[in-house]
């Protein structure tokens, strides 16, 4: 059974413009949250993550926001470019599990055109 | 430029041979793992090893196994490889509370 959830396969916008991709999680012992980012024939890059005790992550054009209460985490691309088109994955871990234990979404492709 | 490292890339091979996929890093990491990926699912976890004679089975069950005799090298081995076995398996390593640095996988068809 999926315990991170992200519903959208796929995204696309145009440049320049916000990008918006969502993720929703089952378990409340989750306490931190990350996003990677992965090209084709690439493995799986770190992007941004968040801990539980934030409501908001923000890294240059990248912002993560989580909401504890929905069970509820997105990603927004702000402007979004071309080279961020790739698949965009959320991954989260259970409370006292290293950062190597993590549960991933089926991830999300992004693309955005020009 | 990658610090793990693994081979093959691509592998097509026949039913019950047995392979060998290679993983190595660079950066010293204690923690090292193998995630499986099919085409439009998630990765879960199969493997992870915290150090060298350390290894543990994963969430997801699997039909590999692994070693630790070296920090840097952490291969995985299919006795007897079948066509459910066909899939992404993906390498990566951490230490402490740093994210997990994963290789570029190793996509396995057994046909």
């Known amino acids: 059974d999926q315990q991170v959830k992200q519903n959208s396969p796929s995204l696309s916008v145009q440049e320049g413009r916000i990008s918006i991709l969502n993720c929703d999680y089952t378990?409340?012992?989750?306490?931190?949250f990350l996003w990677y980012k992965k090209y084709p024939a690439e493995g799986p890059t770190f992007l941004i993550s968040i801990s539980s005790i934030k409501d908001k992550n923000e890294d240059g054009r990248f912002t993560v926001f989580l909401n504890k209460s929905a069970k509820h985490l997105s990603l927004h691309i702000v402007p979004s470019q071309p080279g961020d088109s790739a698949v965009y994955f959320c991954?989260?871990?259970?409370?006292?599990?290293?950062?190597?234990?993590?549960?991933f979404g089926r991830g999300t492709q992004l693309t955005v055109w020009p | 430029e990658a610090d793990i490292y693994q081979t093959p890339r691509y592998l097509v091979i026949g039913t019950g041979k047995k392979i060998t996929l290679e993983c190595s890093q660079t950066?010293?990491?204690?923690?090292m793992y193998w995630y499986q990926q099919d085409p439009g699912m998630e990765l879960h976890l199969i493997h992870y090893?915290?150090?060298?004679?350390?290894?543990e089975k994963g969430d997801l069950s699997s039909e590999s196994t692994v070693s630790r005799i070296r920090t840097e090298h952490f291969p995985l081995t299919l006795e007897s490889a079948r066509p459910s076995h066909t899939s992404q398996y993906l390498c990566a390593s951490g230490t402490g509370s740093s994210p997990l640095h994963f290789g570029n996988g190793t996509r396995l068809t057994v046909t």
């Open positions: 090893s915290y150090g060298v004679n350390s290894t």
């Open positions: 950066m010293g990491h204690d923690k």
């Open positions: 378990n409340s012992m989750f306490d931190y």
């Open positions: 991954a989260t871990r259970s409370k006292g599990s290293t950062l190597g234990r993590l549960y």
